[in-house]
């Protein structure tokens, strides 16, 4: 195996439990381990040496919740502003309906490649909308860019199975079956799922949200990751209008209608998370749940923000997420805006910036149950960014570089990420694939995506609705 030598490097953020800064040490990685971390290290013959004298080094970021595919419908005007949530879905289930390999493929390639560049080496994605026409081969298409552009990769197979008619949101041509969803879900972990440590792929299993899916899938889904080691993930409590509906539905609050599924536990995560009161995040805190909190899209809905700090507190696991059309794509728009957002709410200097850094790293691994990553210690995952502090945002900002990546990095695109050993990030370019391809391959799909969506459904989605216009 190769072995690389990041030397010199002007400040290491080791987020291990002192939260040790190191100053002009180097980083050896052998495969796709850390090897030893120290000043001066002598590397094996034939070693890469990679400069790191103007840079910070970060664990490698960690994104727990997303949802790629939506990049094609994210500035549509007819849905993009001043539609809650509900009826933003509602919108989008028919657009979605024509969704095909190539559009999730190309999504995954600009939603992994996004995240690879501001700092993610690890990456979860919940894909949910399975058409009832066409190639139902989607999670395939995503994992097929993960491998080609060299993130690691924890895909979920989202499912939604409770239409309309039977008291759930989406239309029925965007459900499946109990029976569908549990079968595709057992070929996709008997195909892909590699629970190794340094594993670069494991699946986990997403039904998506109590307004989406039937308790009967719900019970099925965690018993079936239970018997093979997996992980569950499910949207709980994002806005106020999912109280009111499980309490008609279920005569539960959300975080109740978990508990009655057995769907809590250190192998359960939950998007958001918004609307728990205290009691309930107690609770949660004893059973080790973990949250994806995802701090840009919940104020950008106007939805509020999960107390993650209570959270953390209480022993609940939590990281971050960049969620789909409703954030930046972007992690360090993420630790930077919760920050913002947590010292407005609380009126108070907390939290620090080391704390965003170790949510977004090692909170995030913790979430997605991946013992080997977010931190820089030997014998973990060679997983880590550069970030080069030889930009204007971090002129005269000498004495504490490791906080000012979160309180004034205005360039969030870091200058290497490295994912299991491999440099896959360099001078802020992805080095596997040809992003400006990418970029015109997305935007002639899109065009053509929104057009035939347009022709199906007889809705002009560049019209902003008369009750938006101001
Ligand atoms: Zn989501």
Redesign the pocket.
Known sequence: MSSLLIKNIHTIATLDAQATELHDNDILIDGPVIKAIGPHLTPPPGTRVIDGSSKVALPGFVNT???MYQIYTRDLPRTANALDIWDWLKINYDIWHELDPELVYVSALVGLGLLLKTGCTLVSD?FYVFPDTGDKKLIDAEIQAAKEIGVRFHPTRGSMSLDQAHGGMPPLSVVQTDEEIMLDSERLVNTYHDPSPFSMLRIALAPCSPFSVTSNLMRETIKYARQHGLHCHT?LA?AALEDDWCKDMFGMRPFEYMESLDWVGPDVWY??SIYVNDEEIRRMGQYRCGVAS?PV?NARAGHGIAKILDMRAQGVRVGF?V??A?GYGDMIAELQTALVLHRYMTRDMKPMSTEMLRIASQGGAQVLGWDELGSLEVGKAADLSLIDTRQLDYAGATHDLVSSVVLFGANHIVDTTIVNGEVVVEKGRLTRVDEDAIVEKANKLSKDFIARASRVTGVDYSKVPVRQMV
């Open positions: 919740h997303h949802h919940l949207h994002e998007a958001h995802c899209c997420g969620d789909g409703g």
